[in-house]
């Protein structure tokens, strides 16, 4: 049984920064995170795979890095520059069990989701 728990989120102005770690027990698997602004279907924002390759929306490129930290088991999102639509639940992700792993339907395990307000 996979667990994830996000922490990290907070209210923060245009062109602030935040780092949003997730811990997991039990993960060996795709990690990824989504968020979900109200309203809006979850939406992927960037996934890294156990041989760390990465891959992220076009909407947050050049902004946002994921990475893993498998000695403390924890996955992070480093992100810069944040602007209003970047306000979200940001929820961490694991086990890709089919498709392309780009859809929240694709994924077996979530964490509660941690909650990020960009305001200008």
């Known amino acids: 049984q996979v667990q994830l728990v996000e922490s990290g989120g907070d209210s923060v102005q245009v062109g602030g920064s935040l780092r949003l770690p997730c811990a997991y027990t039990n993960s060996r698997y795709y990690m990824a995170w989504f968020r979900q602004a109200p309203g809006k279907e979850r939406e992927k924002v960037a996934g890294?795979?156990?041989?760390?390759?990465?891959n992220y929306a076009d909407s947050v490129k050049g902004r946002f890095t994921i990475s893993i930290d498998n000695a403390k088991n924890t996955l992070y999102l480093q992100m810069n520059n944040l602007k209003p639509e970047d306000t979200a639940m940001y929820y961490c992700a694991a086990h890709c069990s089919g498709g392309f792993c780009s859809s929240y339907r694709d994924f077996t395990y979530w964490g509660q989701g941690t909650q990020v307000t960009v305001s200008s």
């Open positions: 890294i795979s156990s041989h760390g390759g990465t």
